[in-house]
């Protein structure tokens, strides 16, 4: 997935956003645009929500309260006032507050799915949102407090808040009131209509905003991991034929197939590894199973892609306006099931990248596991104890994994005095699964640290056509490590590097991906 940097805006039309896209505008700072057909589909929803308020017309959250409340009509003179309300009771949020490429990717799915015309906002609330995000006012959105439905209530309602000029907002650098933001960008805040406060909060855009960037890096350390096996193939002298293709076709898995080519192409041209037989008949599961395991992230990795591009080009909204049919629909697609279980399936997949990746570097640092390499991967042991915490680090990381792994979404708790009594929980497994992108990251930092010594301690010079890239990076800012010395940094500094070694690996090798 290589985004064109060249992309200066992206239009939005509720269809085809992409994962892509998403990333364009919440990391890179890509303005957003509206498409013409998506302006008239608004303004049709705009009207036929205008009409049922005059005529007083029984429909959910636009003439009757919400939730429990669902019964309570509500007078034309009070509408404004129903939605205002509803945003200022729902803003709860809790905990740490999301970073601003989150707050950006939040913004501009709930107004790619807003697009679609099914949601009767008004024209000139949704344009209020756009200008904030494409002059860089970011709501203070706090991480926890949602269930996943309906929608990301609570952390959307921290969004609207500032769209009302209340709430808090970072802008340029600083945290600010709502009122003050919009008047340092020349903004001002929106009095809502009827319906418009459930539409911007009725959503899935949390879960989805934190999900898609996770899977987005977890896609770059998917490859991360091929490139880490390439290198721990060349330090243990590792047996090739376990990746060869013919053994993958008679097992037809994508990901399975797509990892031993990966492999294949990095390891091309090296004079390290070695054939069954030469100087033992089988490796370990941990190399010789990794088309497997590696290839069984790679499918996990492609269905949480489906199902979110399906979600964020979806109206997750409720009701759900049908102007063709001058009807308003109440239903269930807030619920963030679809997305809960993927982002559970996601972080059981990088978790189990992790922990094949740490039985690899145990392999490295055990003298019992290493066909012949120094004790913990430095010379003098005893005096030094090399890589023996290393290994703890990714054990520990690995450990903490498996306790985030467990799925988020076979958990409900009922709230609106039991309306809403199944929940999705679906935000909780977004950002568990980025936590464990991040225990990820450390831990192929750590194989890749690893892995590099003991290509060193073999004396080993010539690579792999993708390995010596990787190589040759990390011996650019990390020494071969002689007698112990304060480790940390090291990891640090190669967790940085990862996303850039892939980059430069791919600059030769185009490497498989999702």
């Given amino acids: 997935m290589i985004m ?3 992309v200066k805006s992206i239009e939005i039309d509720g269809h085809h956003l992409s994962l892509d896209d998403v990333i364009a505008v919440a990391r890179d700072h890509v303005r957003v645009t509206l498409s013409d057909k998506a302006k008239e589909r608004m303004i049709k929803a705009e009207k036929m929500v205008e009409d ?5 017309k029984v429909s959910y959250g636009i003439t009757t309260g919400f939730g429990k409340f669902s019964d309570t009509l509500i007078s034309k003179e009070d509408t404004s006032l129903l939605q205002r309300n509803l945003i200022m009771s729902h803003a709860c949020g809790v905990g740490n507050i999301f970073d601003e490429d989150v707050v950006r990717a939040i913004m501009l799915l709930r107004l790619n799915s807003l697009s679609l015309g099914y949601s009767g906002i008004r024209s000139s609330t949704f344009n209020a949102l756009l200008d904030m995000l494409n002059n860089d006012v970011y709501p203070v959105v706090y991480e926890k407090g949602s269930l996943g439905s309906s929608g990301d209530l609570c952390p959307l309602a921290h969004l609207a808040l500032v769209l009302i000029g209340e709430g808090e907002a970072i802008v340029d650098g600083k945290r600010v009131s709502g009122r ?3 008047e340092a960008k020349g903004l001002k805040p929106v009095k809502l209509a009827a319906k418009e406060g459930l539409a911007l909060i009725n959503g899935t855009q949390v879960m989805c905003a934190v999900g898609c960037l996770a899977l987005y890096d977890a896609l770059k350390l998917s490859k991360c991991a091929d490139i880490a096996l390439s290198l721990t193939m060349e330090g243990l002298e590792g047996i090739i034929d376990a990746f060869d293709l013919r053994l993958h076709e008679v097992r037809p898995h994508a990901g399975q197939i797509d990892t031993a080519c990966n492999i294949l192409d990095l390891l091309d041209g090296s004079k390290n590894i070695t054939k069954q037989g030469e100087k033992r008949t089988q490796d370990a599961y941990s190399l010789r199973c990794a088309p497997q395991v590696h290839g069984a992230v790679k499918d996990a990795l492609r269905h949480v892609l489906e199902k979110l591009e399906i979600e964020i080009n979806s109206v997750t909204d409720n009701p759900i306006i049908f102007t063709d049919d001058q009807d308003a629909i109440s239903g269930g697609n807030f619920h963030g099931e679809s997305v809960a279980m993927a982002f559970d399936y996601l972080g059981i997949a990088l978790s189990e990248l992790a922990n094949i990746s740490e039985r690899r570097i145990e ?9 012949g390499l120094p004790a913990f991967l430095v010379e003098n042991g005893g005096l030094n104890s090399g890589f023996m915490i290393v290994q703890y680090a990714a054990a520990s990381l690995v450990s903490e994994n498996k306790v985030l792994a467990h799925p988020a979404s076979v958990d409900s708790i009922p709230s609106s005095a ?7 929980m679906g935000t909780i497994a977004a950002r568990k699964a980025r936590d464990i992108l991040t225990n990820l990251q450390n831990v192929l930092a750590i194989e890749l640290l690893c892995a ?8 080993h010079d010539r690579l792999g056509k993708g390995s010596a890239i990787a190589y040759r990076l990390i011996r650019e800012e990390i020494p071969f490590i002689k007698e112990d010395t304060v480790m940390y940094p090291y990891i640090h500094k190669i967790s940085d590097l990862e996303y850039e070694i892939v980059d430069r690996v791919e600059k030769e090798i185009e490497l498989k991906e999702v």
Avoid: C, W, Y
């Fill in 4 to 6: 064109d940097t060249l």
């Fill in 52 to 56: 049922f308020v005059d005529k007083q």
């Fill in 180 to 182: 003050k933001a919009l």
């Fill in 363 to 371: 392999k490295m640092v055990n003298p019992a596991l290493n066909h």
């Fill in 418 to 424: 039991n309306q809403e009594d199944h929940v999705s």
């Fill in 452 to 459: 590099a010594q003991a290509i060193d301690l073999r004396g």
